[in-house]
């Protein structure tokens, strides 16, 4: 059974700049969690979708947003982009919810300039 | 807001010796995970604990939870060097069935020295 998969694995833009991250989960997982991962920050929460909605968000700004497709599968975008933003990105899915195992994808190496 | 501390957050231990990774945690939570994470590489889960008192083991480590004391225990047995890695907790916020928010605590960075 393949396993959470990210594209691209990395990144390089400029301040400014926008960016979409693609997440496909593992095969019949419905939820998907974003998270971002600094070696300040260590790892937040940012949203997780399920059927298409967005169920929980985290305490980011506006700039960052996702949605999540029919066939389960969920982009995450940010929008001008600050240095402060760079991180490794990583995409989590799970069967339905709550007390499934949330399984990991690679992450997104994002690096601004 | 909830707040998950880990200590300790620089683990180097022998091999063979045992130590207690602990994971604290702010507020009233019943799922509690545990994730390991090896160098440049994504989370792997280890346990899911999802009641006062559970107890999983696997292999040389075992996890417990005790809800009422907000903590959680990882627990090394006989350390080999190929569990050196960094050892994440993370408690979900959000009450059963309404979907999944993580906290994650900070990491523990466990060497296993030959």
């Known amino acids: 059974k393949a396993g959470v998969t990210q594209t691209p694995r990395y990144l390089i833009k400029t301040r400014g700049q926008q960016v979409t991250l693609s997440c496909s989960p593992i095969?019949?997982?419905?939820?998907v969690s974003w998270y971002q991962q600094t070696p300040g920050q260590g790892l937040q929460f940012l949203f997780e979708y399920f059927s298409e909605t967005q169920r929980n968000k985290g305490n980011f700004p506006g700039r960052f947003s996702g949605r999540q497709f029919s066939n389960s599968r969920s982009e995450m975008n940010v929008s001008t982009l600050e240095l402060g933003d760079s991180a490794l990105y990583l995409c989590?899915?799970?069967?339905?919810?709550?007390?499934?195992?949330?399984?990991f994808g690679p992450g997104t190496r994002l690096t601004v300039l | 807001e909830l707040k998950v501390e880990q200590n300790p957050l620089f683990l180097s231990m022998q091999e063979g010796k045992n130590y207690t990774i602990y994971c604290n945690y702010s507020t009233t939570s019943d799922r509690l995970y545990w994730y390991r994470q090896d160098p440049g590489k994504s989370l792997e889960s280890l346990f899911v604990l999802l009641s006062n008192g559970a107890v999983k083991q696997e292999g040389r480590l075992m996890a417990s939870l005790d809800t009422k004391a907000r903590l959680s225990t990882l627990h090394i047995t006989a350390a080999v060097h190929d569990l050196s890695a960094t050892y994440f907790c993370a408690v979900d916020k959000t009450p059963s069935n309404t979907g999944n928010q993580f906290y994650f605590g900070t990491g523990t960075s466990l060497t296993v020295i030959p």
């Open positions: 095969s019949g997982h419905r939820s």
């Open positions: 989590a899915s799970s069967l339905v919810c709550c007390t499934d195992t949330q399984y």
